[in-house]
């Protein structure tokens, strides 16, 4: 039997590639029920100056992307890689771009319940398919509650300070130790594989984990 094997994943719930990456893994690691990945998930925002309270989406791309037409070429080929990967994704029901700040602190908080991969999924979904302002508190307690954690727990740990500067140290580590950008994946704390690699990149690293 292959030995553990530590699976870093730098990654935002309203990163598309990251949800992207994340699914191409999960096609490869279904079908490998005994693979040897054990995955942590790392705060990374993409945002981190953003206002608390979020931007208008469609500003928001706007001004990133240099205007409509800027913007409508930058997801091209998103759009094409999330339909390859079988995801659909709600693009007209996201009308706001959050702060992920929060979203961070609930994925931090799932961890510690063993949780961490569950929340991660569920605010996913939350984003880019149900449309959802991860920027809400009562939307980040929804989730929650949807991965069988306390609502009322994370909603009252969600009003304080818990955790916010030790998340946000670890994403400013992120940064310094020179990521980039996400998803950045790293196998076995060595090697970073950055980006959302296809199905078959997973399947060589864990025919060379195992030896096959």
């Not at 409509?68 to 094409?80: D, L, N, Q, S, T």
């Not at 709600?90 to 992920?100: D, L």
Request: aromatic residues 8%.
């Amino acid at each position: 039997m292959t030995d553990p094997v530590k699976l870093d994943i730098l990654s935002d719930p309203i990163c598309p590639w990251c949800y992207i990456g994340k699914a191409n893994l999960d096609t490869v690691l279904l079908k490998r029920p005994d693979h040897p990945f054990q995955i942590e998930w790392h705060p990374f925002q993409l945002n981190f100056d953003m206002p608390p309270e979020g931007l208008d989406r469609r500003t928001y791309l706007e001004a990133k992307f240099g205007g409509r037409e800027g913007a409508a070429k930058a997801y091209a080929p998103i759009v094409e890689a999330a339909e390859a990967a079988g995801l659909e994704i709600a693009w007209e029901r996201i009308e706001r771009t959050p702060n992920t700040l929060d979203a961070h602190r609930l994925i931090h908080w799932a961890g510690i319940e063993g949780r961490q991969t569950a929340a991660v999924s569920a605010l996913f979904d939350a984003y880019f398919v149900r449309g959802e302002d991860l920027g809400r508190h009562a939307v980040l307690a929804d989730v929650a509650e949807r991965i069988e954690m306390d609502r009322d727990v994370v909603l009252r740990l969600l009003g304080t300070d818990a955790d916010r500067a030790e998340v946000a140290d670890r994403d400013a580590h992120a940064r310094e130790r020179g990521v980039t950008g996400v998803p950045t994946f790293v196998v076995a704390q060595t090697h970073a594989v950055p980006g959302a690699q296809p199905p078959d990149l997973w399947r060589q690293v864990l025919d060379e984990l195992s030896g096959a």
